[in-house]
């Protein structure tokens, strides 16, 4: 079996350890588990640089563009920087998407102005970026799928359709249905772990096999066995880290919420992650 983790922040300072990187070590022990393949998206223009490093030295792949989190420290330069990024590195077969980019109305402050323009801004002309350079992208939902949406069907009227994942997804099954009818697969990772996530179990017991990729989103989003209540870390009990290597714990939860066998859905979101990132094919059979 061979798994792709198609979302996880290997650079991410969580995988420091007295600026000793722990990356090699956390990537080696998920390669030992059958993560044949991380997707590492950036978040900003800062760390374009670090996400291929990692990709070309693991044998990975990675996104470039800028999270909406990261909108309230950029100025439209970085744009203007992503876009060189994307001309400069578009030959290379590591690069597989524009991402991770998207809209966040989880946070306050982003869901007024300015700022909630110009994230909106910033998610339009990345869109933009990424039909201009014919890749797909990654996308960041929460609580802001049917804005999401609309943007992708005002940009996608004219031209090809739309190829990507909704990483991390957590909306409606009639949202699910609306990103699957543009082209976009459903990234699942270490929240349908917990009983209580009832909406999320249902969506990946029921929705079409063909639609679902899997991801940790590493260091973040840790399946069940790896969380702290909020009650128990001020007590002083320390919040799990999230890696890569727990993608096939998180896969057999899948599986058997689906009724069917590990090896089966190995072999199905594999193939479908190849198709929501098409570069991802080569890569996998350079490997072999």
């Known amino acids: 079996m061979q798994w792709i983790d198609t979302h996880c922040h290997l650079d991410a300072a969580e995988f420091l350890e007295e600026n000793r990187p722990l990356a090699p070590v956390v990537r080696a022990q ?32 990675y996104c470039l563009g800028i999270h909406p989190l990261y909108v309230r420290q950029t100025d439209p330069d970085d744009l203007l920087l992503l876009k060189a990024a994307l001309q400069a590195n578009g030959a290379d077969p590591r ?70 994942i909704a990483h991390a997804f957590n909306g409606s099954e009639a949202q699910a249905h609306a990103f699957i009818k543009l082209g976009f697969k459903l990234g699942f990772g270490g929240a349908v772990t917990f009983e209580r996530a009832l909406q999320l179990r249902h969506l990946a017991r029921t929705l079409p096999l063909e639609s679902i990729v899997l991801e940790t989103d590493a260091p973040d989003i840790p399946p069940h066995w790896l969380y702290t209540t ?30 069917m066998t590990v090896e089966a859905l190995a072999q199905a979101t594999t193939h479908n992650a190849c198709q929501a990132l098409p570069r991802l094919s080569g890569l996998l059979r350079l490997k072999r």
Do not use: M
Not at 112 to 134: I, M
Not at 238 to 253: C, K, M, S, T, Y
């Open 95 to 164: 690069l597989v998407a524009v991402g991770e980019i998207g809209l966040d109305y989880f946070v306050p402050e982003l869901t007024r102005s300015p700022l909630k323009e110009k994230q909106e801004h910033f998610y339009r002309e990345q869109l933009r970026l990424a039909r201009q350079f014919g890749l797909p992208v990654v996308l960041h939902v929460r609580r802001s799928a049917d804005r999401l949406l609309k943007h992708l069907r005002d940009l996608g009227q004219s031209g090809p359709g739309w190829s990507g």
């Open 30 to 61: 998920a390669a030992i588990k059958g993560v044949a393949h991380c997707v590492i998206p950036a978040v900003q223009v800062a760390n374009f640089d670090s996400v291929r490093t990692l990709a070309q030295r693991f044998g990975d792949s």
């Open 230 to 259: 909020a009650q128990d870390r001020l007590a002083g009990a320390v919040q799990g880290r999230n890696e890569p290597g727990e993608l096939p714990r998180i896969a057999a939860v899948v599986a058997q919420l689906r009724g």
